[in-house]
């Protein structure tokens, strides 16, 4: 009794892939890198983001509890960080840098107050949140 062996291609022990299957395989690799690339890159955006939102929230608590406890407005966010109120000066994450648009106003926090000076900071970027559709200078 003699065993005849077959096989799936048609030549003697041939076995593997096809071209179609390869293709097939790398085709659906490449879709799914592709939507992870993007989702990452969301997520550093987003990361950004935050960030920027945290900064601009610690520096403006920073210059109203300076004019409490001085009576006077900073004329500059040096000043923040001289007094001790800031580290230092954060660097934007979406400019990358430590430039930031201060607002200066007559405005007075307490009838202590002898004048006027920062009252607020916003970004410098001009670019707009992918996310909020606002410019980032509005925030």
């Given at each position: 009794m003699t065993l005849r062996r077959t096989s799936r291609s048609g030549s003697d022990g041939a076995r593997?892939?096809?071209?179609?299957?390869?293709?097939?395989?790398?085709?659906?690799?490449?879709?799914?890198?592709?939507?992870?690339?993007?989702?990452?890159?969301?997520?550093?955006?987003?990361?950004?983001?935050?960030?920027?939102k945290q900064d601009l929230q610690t520096m403006r608590s920073a210059i109203q509890q300076y004019t409490l406890d001085k009576q006077q407005a900073p004329q500059s966010l040096d000043d923040l960080v001289a007094a001790g109120?800031?580290?230092?000066?954060?660097?934007?994450?979406?400019?990358?840098?430590?430039?930031?648009?201060?607002?200066?106003?007559?405005?007075?926090?307490?009838p202590d107050q002898t004048s006027g000076g920062m009252t607020d900071v916003h970004a410098t970027a001009s670019a707009v949140s992918p996310f909020d559709h606002t410019p980032y200078s509005s925030w």
């Amino acid at each position: 009794m003699t065993l005849r062996r077959t096989s799936r291609s048609g030549s003697d022990g041939a076995r593997g892939f096809t071209m179609i299957e390869l293709m097939v395989v790398i085709a659906i690799i490449l879709v799914l890198v592709g939507i992870a690339a993007a989702r990452y890159e969301q997520s550093v955006v987003r990361a950004r983001e935050a960030v920027l939102k945290q900064d601009l929230q610690t520096m403006r608590s920073a210059i109203q509890q300076y004019t409490l406890d001085k009576q006077q407005a900073p004329q500059s966010l040096d000043d923040l960080v001289a007094a001790g109120y800031l580290s230092q000066i954060p660097v934007d994450p979406v400019t990358r840098t430590a430039d930031w648009h201060a607002d200066f106003d007559d405005f007075v926090l307490s009838p202590d107050q002898t004048s006027g000076g920062m009252t607020d900071v916003h970004a410098t970027a001009s670019a707009v949140s992918p996310f909020d559709h606002t410019p980032y200078s509005s925030w």
